[in-house]
C-alpha cells in the first residue's frame, strides 16, 4: 500500500496500526490477532493509542469547522456522537 501523499521511508509499525486501527475500533479485535508480531509491539501498540486519540480530537475540529448554515446541526451531532463513542473507546483502554 502507498500513500502517496506522505510518501516517505517510515515505521512499519505505524502502517501495521494504521491498517489494523479500523478493526481493532469497530469489530474489537486485538491487534495481535491481526499483525503477528513480537519485535513491533510497543511501537504498534504506541501508534494505535496515537490514532485513537487522533480520532477523538479530529471530531472536535470537524464540528467547530462545520461553518453551513444548513449542516451545522448534523454535522455537530453527528460529530458530538463520534467524539463521545472515541473517547470511550480510548478511556476504557488506557484510561
Do not use: N
Amino acid at each position: 500500500m502507498l500513500d502517496w501523499d506522505g510518501l516517505a521511508i517510515g515505521d512499519p509499525a505505524e502502517d501495521y496500526a494504521t491498517v489494523a486501527f479500523p478493526l481493532l475500533f469497530r469489530c474489537g479485535k486485538d491487534w495481535r490477532d491481526i499483525i503477528p508480531s513480537e519485535s513491533l509491539g510497543a511501537r504498534i501498540d504506541l501508534y494505535v493509542r496515537a490514532i485513537a486519540l487522533d480520532s477523538v480530537i479530529d471530531a472536535l475540529a470537524d464540528w467547530v469547522e462545520c461553518d453551513v448554515p444548513e449542516w451545522i446541526e448534523q454535522v455537530r451531532q453527528r460529530k458530538h456522537a463520534e467524539h463521545v463513542t472515541h473517547l470511550a473507546w480510548y478511556l476504557e483502554r488506557w484510561g
